[in-house]
């Protein structure tokens, strides 16, 4: 699977992300293996495996084997606490105050430039919708010397990849009703 046909693979009424999609994928206010890596924690955020199928053939190529483990870091660390800190602070009281007690130890090694996983996790943050995290992660990637340009490239790659996802899982969970019919 390629990009072209998961491009391919979106029905007429999903045209504009095709069109972010093929633009997104050449974003130049992103560096090479930094877009890269925004895609692949995001397609993996995305929980589908068609888009990220796609997509980490598309751009594991453009990233080195400690950059593509760091993408795969950020999705699988962000999983954890996206969930845990959305709690802590919608849920607020002494929530916010008692230690996580969970274990992180990528976030402070994760074998790649510090700011370019920082912008991979506030991707995944993103998707999944953590407010704290997203605010935590952009003050980091800010002071790495990240434009706002740059992260609004990387959240634009994240919506659209997360966009191409819901598009293809409600078209698949519609698919056997359009046989019955």
């Not at 999609?21 to 974003?27: C, H, K, M, T, W």
């Not at 634009?156 to 899982?169: E, P, Q």
Request: charged fraction near 15%; hydrophobic fraction near 50%.
């Amino acid at each position: 699977m390629s990009l072209e046909s998961l491009k391919a693979a979106l029905p007429d009424y999903a045209k504009d992300l095709r069109l972010n999609l093929g633009s997104l994928a050449a974003e130049p206010a992103l560096p090479d293996e930094v877009r890269a890596g925004t895609f692949v924690a995001s397609a993996l955020a995305s929980r589908n495996a068609l888009v990220t199928e796609a997509i980490v053939a598309e751009f594991a190529p453009h990233l080195s084997p400690e950059a593509l483990n760091a993408a795969k870091a950020a999705a699988s660390i962000m999983a954890m606490n996206n969930v845990y800190y959305r709690f802590t602070h919608l849920v607020g009281g002494d929530y916010p105050t008692l230690p996580a007690k969970l274990r992180m130890n990528v976030m402070a090694r994760p074998g790649v430039d510090k700011g370019a996983f920082e912008l991979w996790s506030l991707a995944v943050s993103a998707i999944n919708g953590c407010g704290m995290c997203m605010k935590s992660h952009e003050q980091v990637v800010r002071q790495h010397g990240l434009t706002a340009e740059q992260v609004q490239a990387a959240v634009r790659i994240a919506a659209v990849v997360h966009a191409v996802a819901a598009t293809l899982d409600g078209e698949q969970a519609l698919a056997p009703q359009l046989v019955a019919a």
